[in-house]
């Protein structure tokens, strides 16, 4: 009784939506952070010594675009899955990235939330942090009603307005 | 009437691929767009190299050599600011040097602008010829109008090689 509450619980849609809501507002801010400096953002990812020398711009340049889009997305509700399937593509890549450069012993700034080169350098937290994110996606992923969702309020809307 | 047909969880990942493809070029478009007409825009193709590195963030700062930073050093007339980490600057640093990494510049700032005023040379400093800490602060201080700011290249080992004065502990 107890345990088929929690799963009740854990795959409601009321948490998905609030998973989306917390995802969209971190990746419209991370977005934004990321446009208003290019180059610092740059100079995070070559900072990684992963990226081939050719992929550091044009990824400074598109990222932060697409963070803004997908957040923007989530909070809105439009796109929901296809949203929820990048951010938690790009999740996992960014705690693969953040643990191979642990193992490698670099002491650099992780470029997620602030592009300054003095920032908060990398820990095991920040692959942690990444990994409850990934979760969050996965959870959207799975189980997302499209509850508050733009394109259905404005779908509930239509026949009162044509009234 | 047609039948619906049932959605399964093949088609929902299916739609989920799509959809992401999609998000994902509405991103690279309008990041494509807002690169060509911003100002700050970044090239696409970038040389990834220290040594270009180092030559494109010093772009429009002013470096300072180290002969005239120890003569204004000797005459009194410079705050040297040491822009590694707590622990770095602990355990040396340029004799009467203020630590101040980049992420502290707002804390330093009023203190940094008043001696700067009072006539002093500010010069910013880290360790090795690519490390950003430095022109980071420079720029930091810079747009807080506080100006000009030098920065001395790899200020902290051509320093120490050169054999001037030096401490260690905090401030």
Same mark, same amino acid.
């Given at each position: 009784?107890?345990?088929?509450?929690?799963?009740?619980?854990?795959?409601?849609?009321?948490?998905?939506?609030?998973?989306?809501?917390?995802?969209?507002?971190?990746?419209?801010?991370?977005?934004?952070?990321?446009?208003?400096?290019?180059?610092?953002?740059?100079?995070?990812?070559?900072?990684?010594?992963?990226?081939?020398?050719?992929?550091?711009?044009?990824?400074?340049?598109?990222?932060?675009?697409?963070?803004?889009?997908?957040?923007?997305?989530?909070?809105?509700?439009?796109?929901?899955?296809?949203?929820?399937?990048?951010?938690?593509?790009?999740?996992?890549?960014?705690?693969?990235?953040?643990?191979?450069?642990?193992?490698?012993?670099?002491?650099?700034?992780?470029?997620?939330?602030?592009?300054?080169?003095?920032?908060?350098?990398?820990?095991?937290?920040?692959?942690?942090?990444?990994?409850?994110?990934?979760?969050?996606?996965?959870?959207?992923?799975?189980?997302?009603?499209?509850?508050?969702?733009?394109?259905?309020?404005?779908?509930?809307?239509?026949?009162?307005?044509?009234? | 009437?047609?039948?619906?047909?049932?959605?399964?969880?093949?088609?929902?990942?299916?739609?989920?691929?799509?959809?992401?493809?999609?998000?994902?070029?509405?991103?690279?478009?309008?990041?494509?767009?807002?690169?060509?007409?911003?100002?700050?825009?970044?090239?696409?193709?970038?040389?990834?190299?220290?040594?270009?590195?180092?030559?494109? =963030?010093? =772009?429009?700062?002013?470096?300072?050599?180290?002969?005239?930073?120890?003569?204004?050093?000797?005459?009194?007339?410079?705050?040297?600011?040491?822009?590694?980490?707590?622990?770095?600057?602990?355990?040396?640093?340029?004799?009467?040097?203020?630590?101040?990494?980049?992420?502290?510049?707002?804390?330093?700032?009023?203190?940094?602008?008043?001696?700067?005023?009072?006539?002093?040379?500010?010069?910013?400093?880290?360790?090795?010829?690519?490390?950003?800490?430095?022109?980071?602060?420079?720029?930091?201080? =810079?747009?807080?109008?506080?100006?000009?700011?030098?920065?001395?290249?790899?200020?902290?080992?051509?320093?120490?090689?050169?054999?001037?004065?030096?401490?260690?502990?905090?401030?």
């Amino acid at each position: 009784m107890m345990r088929a509450r929690i799963i009740t619980w854990l795959a409601s849609p009321y948490l998905s939506l609030l998973f989306r809501w917390c995802l969209g507002v971190i990746f419209v801010y991370a977005g934004l952070v990321k446009i208003a400096d290019p180059l610092g953002f740059a100079l995070a990812l070559y900072n990684y010594h992963i990226l081939p020398a050719w992929m550091i711009n044009p990824l400074a340049i598109c990222l932060p675009w697409v963070e803004v889009i997908i957040g923007a997305g989530l909070l809105a509700g439009i796109m929901i899955p296809g949203g929820a399937l990048v951010v938690s593509g790009m999740l996992a890549i960014f705690a693969v990235a953040i643990g191979i450069s642990l193992i490698r012993g670099l002491d650099i700034a992780c470029g997620c939330f602030s592009t300054s080169a003095g920032a908060e350098p990398i820990t095991w937290l920040f692959v942690v942090r990444d990994i409850l994110l990934l979760g969050m996606g996965m959870h959207i992923l799975l189980f997302d009603k499209a509850y508050a969702s733009l394109p259905r309020l404005i779908q509930a809307q239509l026949p009162k307005i044509s009234k | 009437m047609k039948a619906r047909k049932p959605r399964t969880g093949a088609w929902r990942l299916s739609r989920a691929i799509w959809q992401g493809i999609f998000l994902v070029c509405l991103g690279a478009l309008l990041a494509t767009g807002f690169n060509a007409v911003r100002t700050t825009g970044l090239a696409w193709r970038g040389t990834w190299s220290p040594a270009s590195l180092a030559a494109s =963030q010093r =772009q429009g700062l002013e470096e300072i050599p180290l002969q005239e930073a120890w003569v204004l050093y000797e005459g009194g007339k410079a705050l040297f600011v040491d822009t590694r980490d707590p622990v770095s600057f602990y355990e040396g640093h340029i004799k009467g040097a203020l630590n101040c990494p980049p992420g502290e510049a707002e804390r330093y700032l009023e203190e940094i602008r008043i001696l700067a005023l009072s006539g002093l040379v500010i010069i910013a400093y880290c360790d090795g010829v690519d490390c950003p800490l430095s022109t980071e602060l420079a720029r930091s201080l =810079q747009r807080a109008g506080v100006a000009p700011v030098w920065v001395l290249v790899d200020g902290w080992g051509r320093w120490r090689k050169a054999g001037y004065p030096t401490e260690k502990g905090n401030r």
